[in-house]
């Protein structure tokens, strides 16, 4: 298996150019960013998001072909991407953005660099631990955990997709520039409720260093599927792990199960 860490170079990668900006000037202290979240839309960044309580719902998915714009669990929210043709569901107190928008982590030395991110994003408690870390009166927000869906372009098949994404994730988001300390599963071969087979592994840090309050382990588990076109694409979690309120794996393996197919059209793909 090829190096997972680098993904702007290899094979199933999301990258996207970083748009050029002017610099910010300089605002009071109560300024904040979003250190861990570079959500792009196709002409400008959005800032840091609202934070939220998670619920888990009891009511299982409906039966018969889904309706991708509806949530398949009672009182959840849908997360549809109509790039890669999917859709997802989430529980009520997550906040879904936009599907142009983009989620990434760059590279600590080299901020001009994304090393991995995701579109269609859902955040929950986004501001779950916030720090104005270097004393420049800008406070930066780290989220508990995260959601979306990414490209694959070049994937032979969908372990590859899991194997190279889940641990960049870890690295990108808990422990750069330490790629020691990032462990992952072998590949679990999964099909979700609504038929879509693919590829999963989970991917975590054991002993990231902690510069900060808010820097510590965390984990990834991502997906790896073809869409209705064909093509490879991913399902990503990636979250904060031995806190309090941390998202535990159950919550997010339900999420998982609701992935489904949205062709272009955005009527249901019937599953197999």
């Given at each position: 298996?090829?190096?997972?860490?680098?993904q702007p170079?290899?094979?199933?990668?999301?990258?996207?150019p970083?748009?050029q900006?002017?610099?910010?000037?300089?605002?009071?202290p109560?300024?904040r960013?979003?250190r861990?979240?570079?959500?792009l839309?196709?002409?400008?960044?959005?800032g840091?998001?609202?934070a939220?309580?998670?619920?888990?719902?009891?009511?299982?998915e409906?039966?018969?072909?889904?309706?991708?714009?509806?949530?398949?669990v009672a009182?959840?929210?849908?997360?549809?991407?109509?790039k890669?043709?999917?859709?997802?569901?989430?529980?009520p107190?997550?906040?879904?953005?936009s599907p142009?928008v983009?989620?990434?982590?760059g590279?600590d030395?080299?901020?001009?660099?994304?090393?991995?991110g995701?579109?269609?994003?859902?955040?929950?408690?986004?501001?779950?631990c916030?720090?104005?870390?270097?004393?420049d009166?800008?406070?930066s927000?780290?989220?508990?955990?995260?959601?979306?869906?990414?490209?694959?372009?070049?994937?032979?098949?969908t372990?590859?997709?899991?194997?190279?994404?889940a641990?960049t994730?870890?690295?990108?988001?808990?422990t750069?520039p330490?790629k020691s300390v990032?462990k992952w599963?072998?590949p679990?071969e999964?099909?979700?409720?609504?038929?879509?087979?693919g590829?999963?592994?989970k991917?975590?840090?054991?002993?990231?260093?902690?510069?900060?309050r808010?820097?510590?382990?965390?984990?990834a588990i991502?997906?790896?599927?073809k869409?209705?076109e064909?093509?490879?694409?991913a399902?990503?979690f990636?979250?904060r792990?031995?806190?309090?309120?941390a998202?535990?794996?159950?919550?997010?393996?339900r999420?998982l199960?609701?992935v489904?197919?949205?062709?272009?059209?955005?009527?249901?793909?019937?599953?197999?």
């Amino acid at each position: 298996m090829q190096n997972p860490y680098q993904q702007p170079d290899q094979p199933g990668a999301l990258y996207q150019p970083p748009l050029q900006q002017p610099p910010e000037p300089r605002q009071p202290p109560q300024r904040r960013t979003n250190r861990l979240t570079m959500a792009l839309t196709a002409l400008m960044a959005v800032g840091a998001i609202a934070a939220v309580t998670a619920v888990i719902m009891t009511r299982d998915e409906q039966d018969g072909p889904p309706d991708p714009s509806k949530p398949l669990v009672a009182g959840w929210k849908t997360v549809v991407n109509p790039k890669y043709g999917t859709s997802f569901d989430v529980p009520p107190d997550w906040e879904v953005l936009s599907p142009d928008v983009f989620s990434g982590h760059g590279d600590d030395k080299d901020p001009d660099k994304i090393l991995i991110g995701h579109t269609a994003p859902a955040f929950y408690k986004s501001e779950w631990c916030s720090i104005d870390a270097d004393g420049d009166g800008a406070v930066s927000d780290f989220p508990l955990g995260s959601v979306g869906t990414k490209g694959a372009e070049g994937a032979k098949d969908t372990t590859e997709v899991a194997e190279k994404n889940a641990p960049t994730w870890v690295y990108a988001a808990f422990t750069q520039p330490d790629k020691s300390v990032v462990k992952w599963d072998k590949p679990v071969e999964y099909t979700t409720k609504y038929g879509l087979k693919g590829t999963y592994v989970k991917a975590r840090s054991e002993g990231a260093k902690q510069p900060n309050r808010c820097a510590g382990d965390g984990q990834a588990i991502v997906f790896g599927f073809k869409n209705s076109e064909g093509a490879f694409a991913a399902w990503d979690f990636y979250g904060r792990t031995g806190v309090p309120g941390a998202i535990p794996d159950s919550l997010i393996m339900r999420i998982l199960s609701t992935v489904r197919l949205t062709p272009p059209t955005g009527t249901p793909t019937p599953t197999p």
